[in-house]
């Protein structure tokens, strides 16, 4: 794992959104033991604004991957929020990754490869790679253009 993960964020010139707040009845992250299960964000961007759109209809590929690598920042922000510093974070383990899009999309993988690259430039190739799955959906609460939910191994 790269030294300071906290450190990396500055480095990258990233800038992490607020950490959401449930919407509905359920917590953005839950710790058991040492895994963090992070409940599905979306896209959030620093003025509290969800990306929107459905890929395949009015969203590139380029765009989705922003919204991805976007929904990433918002996972460090409730990650950093829950556990004080992302310094506290092993490893990602697993990933699974919602795009809102038309029947006929077919490149799931690549947009959520935005998030992926994030965690990899954050925590590293070793530490931050996890399992990984990348699905379609008709539809997406409030049309946000990606979901995703993950689990990390921390201290």
Excluded: W
Aim: net charge neutral.
């Amino acid at each position: 794992m790269l030294s300071d993960p906290d450190k990396r964020i500055d480095e990258l010139h990233l800038t992490l959104p607020p950490a959401p707040k449930p919407v509905a009845v359920y917590k953005t992250a839950v710790k058991h033991g040492t895994l963090l299960f992070v409940s599905g964000h979306g896209p959030l961007k620093a003025d509290k604004t969800m990306i929107t759109g459905r890929l395949g209809k009015d969203m590139t590929v380029d765009q989705g991957k922003e919204a991805a690598r976007q929904t990433g920042l918002a996972i460090l922000a409730t990650v950093k929020d829950t556990l004080g510093s992302l310094k506290k974070v092993k490893r990602l383990l697993k990933t699974y990754g919602m795009v809102n899009c038309t029947d006929d999309f077919l490149d799931q993988p690549k947009v959520i490869n935005g998030f992926s690259e994030l965690m990899k430039d954050v925590f590293g190739e070793e530490n931050g790679v996890g399992a990984r799955s990348a699905v379609g959906h008709n539809s997406l609460p409030g049309n946000i253009a990606v979901e995703i939910e993950c689990v990390f191994e921390v201290e």
